[in-house]
C-alpha cells in the first residue's frame, strides 16, 4: 500500500468545514469522493486538522493510503478534474507508512484578516472580516504578544472544549502571535503560529483583540483572561470568512 500526501487550497465559504458530514457538504467529503471516483476504492482521507464551516486554507496537509498505481502528478490533474472549484489539490507525493498528517504535525500557522475600509470590494467578502471602524492596532500588538507560550486556552477555546487536532488537554503552546499592518490594502492580519489549536481558538482570540483595539478590555487583561479559565471572560467569536489556514510544519520539515 502507498501512503499519499496531499497539499491543498480551498475557499470554505459553502463547506461545512473540512470534516466529514453525513447531510452536509465538506471538504473531507469532496475530496474522498473524488479519490473513490478515480480509483474505485472507499478511502479515508485525514487532514492535519479540522477547519470549521466557512474558514478557508490556503495549504492543509491529508494523506490517504491506496493500492493504486496512478503517478502522484496524475493524481493532481485527475483530482482537480472531479473536484469543485473551490478546492484545489496543489500537490501530491508518496510519504512513508509512518507519515500521518495530523498526529505528526508540529506546528501550524493561520492568519486572520480584518479590512477596515468604509466599503468592502465584493471581491473580498469572502476572505475578510469588514470592521469598518477603528481600532488601536497598538493596542492590539501589545495584546497579542502576551499570548504567546504555553497556556491553558479553555478561555478562548469554544463552549464545548473541542478542540480541532482531538487533543484532550486545552493547554498549546503559541510560538508566535503578532499582528501585521497592511497600509495599502488596510488589511490588519493577526498571524499567530502554535503547537495545535482548540475549536473557534483564533477566531475567540482575534474576538478579544477586536475588543482591546475598540478599548473595551485592557492589554494587560491577557494574564488574567488566561488564568480565570472562563470563556465568558474574553471576547466574542469573530466571524469564519476571515480565518485561513496558512501552513502545517512536520518536525524541521514545513509541508
Not at 490533474?77 to 472549484?85: I, M, S, T
Not at 487536532?165 to 503552546?173: C, E, Q, T, Y
Request: charged share 20%; glycine share 8%.
Amino acid at each position: 500500500m502507498r501512503n499519499i500526501r496531499l497539499i491543498l487550497a480551498y475557499d470554505g465559504t459553502d463547506f461545512h468545514g473540512w470534516q466529514r458530514q453525513p447531510d452536509a457538504p465538506s471538504i473531507q467529503g469532496f475530496v474522498e469522493g473524488a479519490i473513490h471516483k478515480l480509483t474505485g476504492t472507499a478511502t479515508a482521507v485525514c487532514g492535519s486538522g479540522r477547519t470549521d464551516a466557512g474558514v478557508h486554507a490556503s495549504q492543509q496537509v491529508a494523506n490517504f493510503t491506496t493500492a493504486s498505481t496512478i503517478p502522484c502528478e496524475n493524481f493532481v490533474k485527475a483530482l482537480n478534474n472531479l473536484l469543485p472549484p473551490a478546492i484545489r489539490i496543489k500537490a501530491a507525493d508518496d510519504v512513508p507508512p509512518t507519515f500521518h498528517a495530523r498526529y505528526g504535525a508540529r506546528r501550524k500557522t493561520y492568519w486572520y484578516r480584518i479590512l477596515m475600509t468604509p466599503v468592502c470590494s465584493p471581491l473580498l467578502w469572502r476572505y475578510v472580516y469588514h470592521h469598518p471602524y477603528y481600532l488601536d492596532r497598538a493596542r492590539m500588538a501589545r495584546a497579542a504578544a502576551l499570548l504567546a507560550g504555553e497556556h491553558d486556552f479553555t478561555s478562548f477555546a469554544a463552549a464545548d472544549g473541542q478542540a480541532e487536532d482531538d487533543g484532550k488537554s486545552n493547554v498549546r503552546a503559541i510560538f508566535r502571535s503578532r499582528l501585521i499592518w497592511r497600509p495599502r490594502s488596510s488589511i490588519l492580519v493577526y498571524a499567530v503560529t502554535g503547537s495545535g489549536f482548540l475549536r473557534y481558538m483564533v477566531r475567540n482570540i482575534v474576538g478579544t483583540l477586536i475588543e482591546v483595539g475598540r478599548g473595551r478590555i485592557d492589554p494587560g487583561d491577557i494574564p488574567r483572561i488566561l488564568a480565570a479559565c472562563d470563556r465568558a471572560q474574553a471576547g466574542p467569536t469573530a466571524p469564519a470568512q476571515g480565518l485561513c489556514l496558512m501552513r502545517v510544519e512536520y518536525g524541521d520539515r514545513r509541508s
